[in-house]
């Protein structure tokens, strides 16, 4: 543990400055009060796997605070709330032991799936699809070669690490194979970089989410089998696109218009997501996990202004900015991560070393892939901010816990190995962008990219 909060303690010194030697801090009273308060929950809990009911709801009140001052936090710092969320995760799990890992696993599959279908159904309506065309074959190529090259990292040192199997190591791999989009839409918002730029990382993000879904499922299932054939996974791939497609754009689309009609109505949005509910079991009953489709669906909600131009029918003015919609999303995401840390282990260090070590490795593989992706037409600042848009989050997270509700060997360990990636990815990300700040950013130039200046191309 000692290890992830000199990583938070070094996020904040770099926003902040120097905070002085770390060695000052007396952590003796600290320890003492945490021992004090363990024992105090423990008479609580009266050695069940979950604590009493004031217990937990105290503990959800702490998680709701800590969202809501995080989020506050990341506005005003950029550094992102994920870190303090897991870390509260493993405090009231592992350290405390107000809730047990074993009681979470049980209510694994409802909030695994009910995170996974709000985290794609917000990053579609996130998405403007009229911008991410003009740099969607930068994104196409950052995702897939970053896809391709962090899977392959992470499978290698599984496989030779812990001996897995190579099905087992390459499942690993392809879970933290993308950036997180949950974290990569809201960090491109508070950094003054081209618009370019923040459409470009926020689409590759979307699509790495989609990617590490479908691929993830497919392991899962070979898994289970005993075997895995590359012409099952093209079958599989393939009807997973055109079940998501088909679903998302033929139920999305009328659905739009029918939203028109529906104004600002009161239980409009419950309908909204009692719709994506029925297209996530529809979409699993053909062979799809439903994150595509989900995504899908709320691309068309959210560019309904621009298809409605289109499709010539007129569009009443409509929040799209829901507020359930935003209120829902933020308690997902903030007890998903907390979840996360629940599940985590702070006394197998070789789970600590290994993550960190893999995203380091992604971190380095980054660069490659965006200095081989990226043209001069780019800024140094833009192409800065991109060599550290690692972060792994919530589509991580959640798929970490599927192989606990599937029986896959070696269940217990995607989660704790994830978490230290996830949190160490973030670290990264947030110490790379704070130094990224100190570049001024040039003036946009019309019509497209932040030209490079002729200074910048002799500091590269």
Known sequence: MSLIFFGILELIRVQFGDLGSLDAIDTSFLLEKINEFQNFVGTLSQDSPIASAPVILLAAGVIIFLGVAGEAFFKKTGIPDVAFLMILGVIIGPVLGIIQPEVMIQIVPYFAALALIIIMFDGGLNLDLKQIVKTAHFSF????????????????????????????????????????????????????????????????????????????????????????????????????????????????IPWMYVSTKLGNAQHAYMLTLGILFVLFFLANLFGESGALTALVFGLMLGNRRHLARILKFKLPRIELDDPTHNQLTFLVRSFFFVFVGLMASIVQYEYVILGVGITIAFYLGRIVVSKTTLTKRFSLLDRRVTYSMIPRGLAAAVLATFPLTLGLPNAEAYPQIIFFIILSSVIITTVGIGRSKKIPPPEPKEGGFIKKPPEDSQKE
């Open 141 to 252: 190529t950052l995702a897939i070669l970053g896809f391709i090259l962090s899977v392959t990292i992470a499978t290698l040192a599984i496989h030779f690490a812990l001996d897995w199997s190579w099905l087992e190591s390459i499942l690993l791999g392809s879970i933290v194979g993308g950036s997180s989009s949950a974290i990569v839409f809201g960090l491109v918002r508070n950094i003054r970089i081209s618009e370019e730029t923040k459409n470009m990382l926020s689409f590759e993000s979307a699509l790495t989410d989609i990617l590490s879904t479908i691929i993830a499922f497919i392991l899962f299932e070979a898994i289970l089998v005993g075997q895995f054939d590359l012409q099952v996974l093209e079958e599989t791939l393939g009807r997973a696109i055109v079940v998501g497609l088909v679903l998302g754009f033929g139920v999305g």
